[in-house]
């Protein structure tokens, strides 16, 4: 179980408005798991929206580690000075002992129906490609929380949607982390 942890407060006005921040921040924060997985390869972060609804991810980050030097080599002080007017960062705190309970974050790809989908669709159902776009496309997308994120090396934009999971945490998912802190299990709080 993870035993550390910081957390990032957003501060919106009306100048930057919430979900400008989250991509603001959330873009550091993967730069910084980014380039610490470089440095450190053992380096194993996770982080929680202790204030997530299925329509917001609210205001609070919270990047947990196993070690306070994971913490420490994750260096958000730097990655956020940029943003010391729009976020306050809490010192590196220790895991509350009374947790009970572990969360997890995933991140939610949407499919999206390619062009291939579409003619596969139509011809072996005899239907126009049209009406096969529209059968495709019927099904509603989820509406999750998401933040606007923009790739370093295609420059596209695009959506991190996230989806919580609670309830029983399998030991396999403990320790499955990616480059944007989710998949693996937190301590919730």
């Known amino acids: 179980m993870m035993k550390y942890y910081q957390e990032i407060t957003l501060l919106p006005s009306e100048e930057a408005p919430l979900y400008f921040l989250w991509s603001k921040v959330y873009q550091q924060l993967h730069f910084s798991l980014v380039s610490a997985k470089e440095q450190y390869p053992q380096l194993k972060i996770g982080v929680s929206f202790p204030e997530y609804t299925p329509k917001t991810l609210g205001t609070k980050l919270r990047v947990f580690g196993n070690l306070e030097k994971d913490l420490q080599q994750l260096n958000l002080v730097n990655f956020l000075s940029k943003l010391t007017d729009y976020s306050h960062l809490t010192s590196i705190r220790k895991v509350p002992d009374n947790v009970d309970s572990m969360v997890q974050f995933k991140r939610l790809q949407q499919k999206q129906n390619s062009l291939g989908q579409v003619k596969r669709k139509s011809k072996r ?65």
């Open 125 to 189: 159902q005899n239907i126009t490609e049209e009406e096969a776009y529209q059968q495709l496309n019927k099904k509603p997308a989820k509406k999750l929380p998401f933040i606007n994120l923009k790739s370093q090396t295609s420059q596209q934009k695009y959506l991190l949607m996230i989806i919580k999971k609670t309830g029983e945490v399998k030991n396999n998912e403990l320790e499955k982390f990616n480059s944007y802190g989710l998949n693996c299990a937190v301590p919730n709080f």
